[in-house]
């Protein structure tokens, strides 16, 4: 299924199918993008596409911002040096949260662009998705889920390293 067969408001199975998915919601976002996942292992977060499609997002809007909230930061941090340097580019626009062990029983992870696009993995271990353009009704309830989920952040994820 190419990303022009991708058909927004139904369910919708496979890892690259998620990938063209997401790059499709993050490529609708102007001024807002949230995202909540698990790591970052699944949806191509360490590639060279992916960091693309955030810098684009990240660079066309003076006001944009990115929120992320992972519930394990190690992952980004080790392995996704593209979207670390981002965040060090655009630190005054790009935070990066991990949860404290309340919010670590999520098991689903979604984007949001300009509360009116989504993209919901169901479970982290199953590439079953829906994703959505234009519906700000269920847009409004995952971004409630993630005000909530950022209630329960413990760190925030810092593009400098300090010490002596």
């Not at 919601?25 to 001024?31: D, E, F, G, P, T």
């Amino acid at each position: 299924m190419s990303e022009s067969e991708l058909q927004p408001n139904s369910i919708i199975l496979g890892e690259r199918n998620y990938e063209a998915a997401l790059d499709e919601v993050i490529a609708r976002a102007n001024s807002e993008l949230l995202i909540f996942d698990q790591d970052f292992v699944h949806g191509n977060y360490a590639s060279v596409a992916r960091h693309e499609v955030l810098s684009d997002f990240l660079s066309k809007d003076p006001l944009s911002k990115l929120t992320i909230i992972l519930q394990s930061a190690e992952h980004f941090v080790k392995n996704c040096p593209r979207l670390f340097e981002l965040l060090k580019r655009y630190s005054h626009k790009m935070t990066v949260y991990e949860t404290n062990d309340v919010a670590k029983v999520a098991k689903d992870c979604f984007v949001i662009a300009d509360k009116s696009h989504y993209l919901r993995r169901f479970h982290i271990d199953q590439a079953r998705f829906k994703f959505a353009f234009e519906d700000a009704i269920e847009a409004a309830n995952l971004n409630m889920r993630f005000d909530e989920l950022l209630e329960e952040t413990a760190d925030t994820v810092s593009a400098t390293k300090l010490g002596l």
